[in-house]
Nanobody, 115 residues
Framework: QVQLVESGGGLVQAGGSLKLSCATSRSIGSFYSMGWYRQTPGKPRELVATIASGGDTIYADSVKGRFTISRDGAKSTVYLQMNSLKPEDTAVYYC?????????WGQGTQVIVSS
């Protein structure tokens, strides 16, 4: 069974930074894509950033230039460095991992950006 465990969320002032971590129970190399999504009440979950097995990254327009997704294969961990945070970045952030056998989600970590 694949497990994804997020950490690093919290409360931060606008303009501040947070770094989210997603620890996986499986080698990162077994995922063809890993990413971060976020969701606010009453809205669908939206893509924040993804990183493919080959290293290609995709970012939502709203976070380009502020967020960076990265991974550490030795630690089986994917990160999301979030800088210049805005109140509209407030959401529950979910880690996602995709293999050819399934699509997996973490439990989510709350990020609150105060103005």
């Amino acid at each position: 069974q694949v497990q994804l465990v997020e950490s690093g969320g919290g409360l931060v002032q606008a303009g501040g930074s947070l770094k989210l971590s997603c620890a996986t129970s499986r080698s990162i190399g077994s995922f063809y894509s890993m990413g971060w999504y976020r969701q606010t009440p009453g809205k669908p979950r939206e893509l924040v950033a993804t990183i493919a097995s080959g290293g290609d990254t995709i970012y939502a327009d709203s976070v380009k230039g502020r967020f960076t997704i990265s991974r550490d294969g030795a630690k089986s961990t994917v990160y999301l460095q979030m800088n210049s945070l805005k109140p509209e970045d407030t959401a529950v952030y979910y880690c996602n991992g995709r293999t050819f056998g399934g699509n997996y989600w973490g439990q989510g970590t709350q990020v609150i950006v105060s103005s």
